[in-house]
C-alpha cells in the first residue's frame, strides 16, 4: 500500500461519516478511483426521496432480527459501494479498470455490480461475513486487498524534508 491508498481510505472513512443507517456500527463509505482521480463516493443509506432509517427512527434489520451477512435485500439501505457505482452510471463517469476503497468488506450483492462495472481492484478495511464475495473475485480476477492497520507515521507533503 502507498501513500495514494491511504489517502484514498482515508476518504472513504470520512463520507461513511454522511451514512444515514441508524444501526450502530454500520457506517460505510466507498470511493471510486481512476488514474489517482476521485469518480465518485457513496455511503450506505436510502433511495433518494424516501425516509432514512434515522428518519424512522428504527432499523429494519435490527427490528426484524436479521443477522449480519444475510438477507441484504430486507433493508432500506443501499450499500455505499452499490451507491458509487450508480452515481458514475447516473453522472455518465467511467469506472472502468477503477479502484474501490471501502470502509468494509464488500458483500456477494455488491461483488457481482464491482465485476460488471469494471472495477478490477478493491481495497477495504474492515471484514464482513460474506465468504462468496471471495469466490466471485477470485474467479474474475478483482484484487482484493485488506487495508493495514492505519501508520500514524505518515508524513504530509508540507511535513517532508
Not at 491508498?5 to 443507517?21: K, L, N
Not at 434489520?61 to 433493508?75: D, F, H, Q
Not at 457505482?85 to 468494509?104: M, V
Request: charged share 25%; glycine share 10%.
Amino acid at each position: 500500500m502507498d501513500k495514494w491508498d491511504h489517502r484514498f481510505m482515508e476518504m472513504a472513512r470520512v463520507v461513511a461519516t454522511w451514512t444515514s443507517c441508524f444501526a450502530p456500527g454500520r457506517a460505510v463509505g466507498a470511493v471510486i478511483v481512476k488514474d489517482k482521480r476521485i469518480m465518485t463516493t457513496g455511503y450506505n443509506g436510502a433511495p433518494a426521496g424516501m425516509k432514512t432509517c434515522r428518519e424512522k427512527g428504527e432499523c429494519l434489520r435490527r427490528k426484524l432480527g436479521i443477522p449480519s451477512g444475510t438477507r441484504a435485500e430486507v433493508c432500506y439501505a443501499a450499500h455505499a459501494e452499490q451507491n458509487a457505482i450508480l452515481q458514475a452510471a447516473r453522472l455518465g463517469i467511467s469506472i472502468d479498470g477503477g479502484t474501490l476503497y471501502c470502509t468494509h468488506q464488500p458483500c456477494s450483492i455488491c461483488a457481482k455490480m464491482i465485476v460488471n462495472a469494471g472495477i478490477r481492484r478493491v481495497v477495504y478495511e474492515q471484514g464482513y461475513p460474506d465468504p462468496f464475495t471471495l469466490e466471485i473475485f477470485g474467479e474474475t480476477g478483482v484484487s482484493l486487498e485488506k487495508y493495514p492497520e492505519p501508520d500514524t507515521t505518515l508524513e504530509t507533503e508540507e511535513q517532508k524534508p
